[in-house]
Every structure is written in structure tokens, then in C-alpha cells.
């Protein structure tokens, strides 16, 4: 019962968190009228003639929409505030600073290999200021990193991108992939072969002998290794007859010694006292 | 399936949560479901200990259905969940998982994600119910904490466990450094562990990557990699090695050096041929007392790959590889498949044990948003001696 409340509570408290924000930030706010399809259509204007700094502009770290002084140059802004004010006597400050996406983005980069803004900005031009303007969508970033993938993404990524995920929940890889796509190879429950080939259950004893530590890259040594091994009485393949011997140590003396850390997926120090006494 | 009337309750609140914050708030949402059927269920286990996992013997047939979903909320909210619908098994002991389910905020210096969750890390990922806080405000700095650890995404048991994870990373014309510390909680005892990561471009062709971290519980350095990445045109090199500390005095306090470690080197090329071709190879040899390595080398054109791997430890030798491909059967159907021959010989000349793995699939491709997946598999090797089975994969993207 008590794990039942847990859930609700987990599931409940998060929704009202939303609806309360959503409710909260919906209510009473100025918005900026500003036909994109006027100005560059008609006026003929370029876009960094407004947005001037998004040529040299490497990060999304500030705002990349233009000042009040910008719209001043060709219309009146002390005394027209209807024009682009939906609400002027509860005018906001102007401009909103940074992103809100929660991906970084370098305009200096992408310019460098297309100058066309709406490539990417593919509703800008059809923008009248009076119908909600179009948020920033995460397939706009898709439309062309599904095809065109990133430079590090080469032969080699798919071993060693942990690597290069330096920081955690990288806001690159959310560009094109969920959370899903990382679960659908780094976890275990799959019918299908993902990244291991059909006889991988044969084989990593191999591997997991000569590096473990890319084991762990997805699997819990300790855990796992355990519950198939020891809760399924499974012996690794080294545990032939000559592994204790009758007259000898066997095999498992020099193997305990080189790689203890082997032995305890499976067994306690009790596995050892039971015939070295405790003493060895 | 146990469907009890505590199971329909959860689920049916979970869907009707979904569907009413989905009808209310979203402005933009996605939803993609999938649908695994397979029989008979994977069984290498000894039946005799299935009934320890509550398993279910009289089931034959082993079902999973995943429902990834998503929406927006005036592009700063996010709703993500992940959840599952699917036979026990020995890793779930519910039918039901939630393996995701969080509200993210994303405001100009701060992103908050609240609920289940995944924390993925260099040092350690795992799956909280928590709060994960993300800043750039001073450099980039990120804490994650939360209870209910679970090490593997789709583990339905109850775990007690906390965990409390912290990074901050800085650019400098040094390289970018990462400083991680992270401390797990488990009845009372704190494990803490700390470490740095830095990425460095030595010239336009050499990238160094090295990670070396600390484990304050047992005053040792926990984990040490150092990776070195050459470049040459459509040809790479690469060579590093990595090591950690097993702690295992509390195991075995009668092993006479407590300090042990895991010291493996390797190398490896990766070349680009052509448009169409790659190859990879990589030896991998572990500096312990019995010099244990690893060969592998794989061949790839188009869809089509050729794998051979050999190693040797102690006395033992493995060989084998696998070859793989897929084709298009027309515009909407695919059909591949894999083939893997491996022999280890145990000890000399005494005993010689092979096996024999075999997956093929055949995919259609129904309509955009619709494919579904045949797939057969068949093993033979000293595990499972003789098994196959054979299954359906049906995904749906809304």
C-alpha cells in the first residue's frame, strides 16, 4: 500500500506543479506584433539588419532579438506603442534574455556552411505578428541532423561517445534522440540482439575477463553478474573439474590471487573459509 | 499476467494523467508505442529456479509493450514518460514500470526536471525518482538527487538507495575539465566518490581524454582512463588504457595486497575505405599475472559485415566470428540476419566446445508511422545447449 501512494504521490505532484505554471504564466502578459512577412517581403529587409549580432553569435547564452532602439531607426517608438505592443500599458521589457530550448546553438557555425535563415526558420517568412507566432520546434534541428549527422558521430562513435558525453544529459544528443534511443542499448531487457552478436553468451567470459570495465559501461558488475551466474547456478566455463583439485590447488588459487574481483560477482569470503579455514 | 485490481487502478490512473494533461496543456505532443511478443518465453535458466523468481511457469508466451510520450507546453515545459506494460520476469517483479516520468522547466539559466528520471553520467547512470537542476549561470553546473535507485532502467524493484550527483564543467585553453562527485546512500553509510574528466586538442589531428576519479570510503582512486584519439584523413588511431579499483578488502580480508586493480591497454584503427566501406580493429591486453587478450577485427561494406575475434586466458583460447547483413525486399520489406561461430578450447588438447548463434528478421514497413518486425533466434552452445525462439516487434509513432 505504501508503494501504491508513493506512485500517486510521484505522479500527482508533478501535474499540479504544471497546472499551476501553466495557469500562472498564461495570464495577463504583453506580447510584440511584429509582421516578419512586411518587412522582409515588402521592405526587402535582410534579417541581420534587426537581429545584428546573430552572424558572430556562437552560443544562445543572450538574446539574439533586436533592442527597442533597433525598431527606432524607421518608426516612431515614443509615441506609436500600439504598433508593436499588444498591451502597452502593460508592456513588458523587451527583449526576453537567452534561450529557452535548453540547447545551446552556435548561429556562427551553421552561417558558415548555409547563409539561407529560413532553412531552419522555415515559418519566419509567413509570420504576420498577429497570428501566434510559430515556437522553436526540435525537428526543425531534425529535418537535417537525421540525415546529415554531426562530424564525431564516425566510424568509431558508437564505442567510444561515452567519452565524448562529457557532461551529463549532454543537450546535443536531445537534438535527435530521446531518452529511449540511449535505453534501447543500454539496458538489458531485449529480445533482440543490440549490441552484442548471437553468441555473446558464449564468448563474454572472454571480454569480460580482459575488460570488465567496458562491461560496466552499461551493466552493474556486482549485480548483474551475479544474477545470472550465482541465483542460476551458471559456472563460468573456467570451472572444469581442474579448477580445485584433489591433489592441488587447481586453477582457482592463482585465479583468486590475479583476480579476486572476478570471484566476488559470486562468492563471499565464507566460500573461501569453508576449506581454507579462514586462515589462508 | 497478474492483472489485478491494483495493477488496472495504476495504469488507469497513469493513461488518464496522460491523456488529460496531454487534452488540457500540449500544445505540440508525441507518442510512439511498441509491442514485443516473443515465444517461448527466454528460458536458459534451470527451470527448477523459476519458480524463485515468480516467473510464471505455465507462461509460455513473454510480452513487453512500451509507450514513449511527450509534449510541450509553451516551449519551455516538457512532459516525458516512458513506461512499459509486460510479463514478470526475474529483473521485474510488477507488471508495470514506469521507467520515466518527469516535467521538465527550462528557463534562461536554469533547467529543472522533476520526477523519475535517468541520470546519465560518465562516472554513473542509474534511474532516480528526484530532482535534477541544471545551471549555466556560473560556467555549467548540474546536481541530480533523489531516491529509488535503481541501476537498471527497467528494474521494477524497491530500492532504498540515494543518490546525490554533482558536475560542473568549464571551457579553458587548456581543455575543458569536468569535476564530478557523486555519493551513494544506502542504510545510513554515505559511498562518496569524486573525479575529474578533461578533454584536451593537442593539435588538429591528437585529442586526449582523461578521467581520473577518487573513492573517499576507501581512500583509493576508483577509476583512471586515459584515451588518445589520432587522426589522419579518413584513417584513425587509438590507444588508451583504463583501470579501477575493485574494493574487496571487506570481501576477502585474507588476500595478502588489498589494493587491486584492473589495468587493461589497448589499441586500435578505424579506417574509412570508402563511401561505403570501414574497418575496425582493436587488441585489448589485461596486465595481470596470467596476460589474458583480446582481438577483434570487423569488416564493413554497405549493410553487409564480417567480424573475426580470438583471444586467449590462461590456457584457454577462444576464435570465432559472425557475419551479418540486411536487404531491402522491395520498398517496404527489409530482411536480415546474423550468424555466429565461436569454439573455446578449454584446456590443450582435451576439450573443444563450440557453439552456434543464429538471429534473422524480416521488417515491413506498413506505412509512415507503422512497422512491424518477424524475428527468429536459435542458440546452441553449452548454456542453453539447443534453444530458439521466435517473436513479433509492432511499433506505432504518432
Redesign the interface.
Known amino acids: 500500500m505504501e508503494e501504491e501512494e508513493c506512485l500517486y504521490l510521484m505522479i500527482s505532484k508533478p501535474i499540479i506543479l504544471i497546472t499551476f505554471l501553466f495557469l500562472a504564466t498564461a495570464i495577463g502578459q504583453d506580447s510584440i506584433i511584429f509582421p516578419h512577412n512586411y518587412h522582409i517581403e515588402d521592405e526587402e529587409l535582410e534579417c541581420n539588419v534587426c537581429h545584428a549580432d546573430v552572424e558572430m553569435s556562437s552560443s544562445l547564452q543572450g538574446s539574439l532579438l533586436p533592442l527597442m532602439e533597433v525598431c527606432g531607426d524607421c518608426h516612431d517608438v515614443d509615441e506609436d506603442c500600439e504598433m508593436c505592443h499588444e498591451s502597452p500599458d502593460d508592456a513588458d521589457t523587451y527583449p526576453v534574455s537567452g534561450s529557452t530550448s535548453g540547447t545551446d546553438f552556435s548561429h556562427l557555425f551553421h552561417l558558415q556552411s548555409f547563409s539561407d535563415c529560413s532553412r531552419c526558420h522555415t515559418q519566419t517568412i509567413e509570420d504576420d505578428g498577429l497570428t501566434p507566432r510559430p515556437e522553436w520546434q526540435s525537428w526543425n534541428c531534425s529535418a537535417c541532423h537525421q540525415e546529415n549527422k554531426p562530424q564525431d558521430h564516425d566510424i568509431t562513435w558508437k564505442e567510444f561517445h561515452g567519452m565524448s558525453l562529457q557532461e551529463p544529459e549532454d543537450p546535443r544528443c536531445a537534438t535527435c534522440h530521446t531518452e529511449k534511443f540511449c535505453e534501447s542499448c543500454h539496458s538489458q531487457s531485449q529480445f533482440e540482439p543490440k549490441t552484442h552478436d548471437p553468441n555473446y553468451m558464449f564468448t563474454h567470459g572472454l571480454e569480460a575477463r580482459v575488460e570488465v570495465l567496458e562491461c560496466s559501461t552499461c551493466h552493474h558488475i556486482e549485480n548483474d553478474c551475479r544474477k545470472c551466474h550465482q541465483q542460476n547456478m551458471i559456472l563460468p566455463l573456467d570451472h572444469t573439474v581442474q579448477w580445485t583439485g584433489f591433489d592441488s590447488a587447481g586453477q582457482h588459487g592463482t585465479e583468486a590471487l590475479d583476480q579476486p574481483e572476478r570471484c566476488q560477482v559470486c562468492h563471499s569470503s565464507y566460500s573461501c573459509e569453508r576449506c581454507h579455514g579462514g586462515d589462508e | 499476467m497478474d492483472l489485478n485490481h491494483?495493477m488496472i487502478s495504476?495504469i488507469t490512473?497513469?493513461f488518464l494523467?496522460i491523456i488529460s494533461?496531454s487534452a488540457?496543456?500540449a500544445?505540440?505532443s508525441h507518442l510512439?508505442v511498441s509491442q514485443?511478443i516473443?515465444s517461448p518465453r527466454?528460458n536458459?535458466?534451470?527451470d527448477s529456479?523459476v519458480d524463485?523468481y515468480e516467473m510464471g511457469n505455465d507462461e509460455i508466451i513473454?510480452f513487453?509493450t512500451?509507450v514513449?510520450y511527450?509534449t510541450t507546453?509553451?516551449?519551455?515545459?516538457e512532459?516525458?514518460t516512458?513506461t512499459e506494460i509486460g510479463s514478470k520476469?526475474?529483473?521485474?517483479d510488477d507488471n508495470f514500470r514506469?521507467?520515466?516520468?518527469?516535467?521538465?522547466?527550462?528557463?534562461?539559466?536554469l533547467?529543472l526536471k522533476?520526477?523519475?528520471q535517468?541520470?546519465?553520467?560518465?562516472y554513473y547512470?542509474s534511474l532516480i525518482?528526484g530532482v535534477?537542476i541544471?545551471t549555466?549561470a556560473l560556467s555549467?553546473f548540474?546536481i541530480?538527487f533523489g531516491g529509488g535507485l535503481k541501476?537498471?532502467?527497467?528494474d521494477s524493484s524497491?530500492d532504498d538507495q540515494k543518490l546525490v550527483?554533482a558536475?560542473g564543467?568549464t571551457k579553458t585553453s587548456f581543455g575543458?575539465f569536468?569535476i564530478h562527485g557523486w555519493s551513494i546512500i544506502s542504510d545510513g553509510d554515505n559511498h562518496l566518490k569524486a573525479g575529474l574528466?578533461h578533454?584536451y586538442k593537442l593539435n588538429k589531428q591528437t585529442r586526449i581524454?582523461t578521467y581520473g576519479s577518487w573513492d573517499f570510503n576507501h581512500n583509493l582512486p576508483y577509476?583512471n582512463r586515459i584515451?588518445i584519439n589520432r587522426y589522419k584523413g579518413n584513417h584513425?588511431i587509438?590507444a588508451g588504457f583504463?583501470q579501477?579499483i575493485?574494493s574487496?578488502d571487506d570481501?576477502?580480508?585474507?588476500?595478502p595486497d588489498k589494493k587491486?586493480s584492473?589495468l587493461?591497454i589497448?589499441i586500435g584503427t578505424?579506417s574509412?575505405l570508402n563511401s561505403n566501406s570501414?574497418i575496425?580493429t582493436k587488441l585489448?591486453?589485461?596486465l595481470?599475472?596470467?596476460s589474458?587478450?583480446?582481438f577483434q577485427s570487423s569488416f564493413q561494406y554497405n549493410t553487409y559485415s564480417i567480424?573475426m575475434?580470438s583471444?586467449k586466458?590462461?590456457d584457454?583460447s577462444?576464435i570465432?566470428g559472425?557475419v551479418?547483413g540486411s536487404f531491402s525486399a522491395g520498398e517496404s520489406m527489409r530482411v536480415g540476419g546474423?550468424?555466429?561461430?565461436?569454439s573455446?578450447e578449454?584446456?590443450g588438447d582435451t576439450?573443444l566446445?563450440d557453439?552456434?548463434?543464429?538471429?534473422v528478421?524480416t521488417e515491413i514497413k506498413v506505412s509512415q508511422n507503422i512497422k512491424f518486425k518477424i524475428?527468429g533466434?536459435y542458440?546452441e552452445?553449452?548454456?542453453?545447449t539447443v534453444d530458439g525462439r521466435g517473436?513479433v516487434?509492432i511499433s506505432y509513432d504518432f
Open positions: 491494483k495504476k490512473l497513469y494523467i494533461s488540457l496543456l500544445v505540440e510512439s514485443y516473443v527466454i536458459f535458466f534451470n529456479t524463485h513473454h513487453r512500451d514513449e511527450s507546453i509553451r516551449n519551455n515545459i512532459l516525458y516512458i520476469n526475474y529483473r521485474n514506469v521507467r520515466a516520468f518527469y516535467t521538465k522547466f527550462t528557463l534562461p539559466e533547467q522533476i520526477g523519475r535517468s541520470v546519465w553520467n560518465p547512470h525518482d535534477e541544471q549555466k555549467k548540474s541530480n541501476t537498471e532502467f527497467f524497491n550527483y558536475s564543467k575543458d569536468t574528466i578533454k581524454t577509476y584515451h584513425k587509438f583504463r579501477r575493485f574487496i570481501i576477502y580480508p585474507w588476500i587491486w584492473t587493461s589497448y578505424s574509412r570501414t575496425n585489448v591486453n589485461r595481470s599475472e596470467n589474458h587478450w583480446y567480424m575475434m583471444g586466458y590462461d584457454k577462444l570465432g559472425a551479418s546474423n550468424l555466429s561461430m565461436n573455446l578449454l584446456d576439450e566446445s557453439a552456434l548463434g543464429i538471429y528478421w524475428f533466434q542458440y552452445n553449452s548454456y542453453y517473436g516487434f
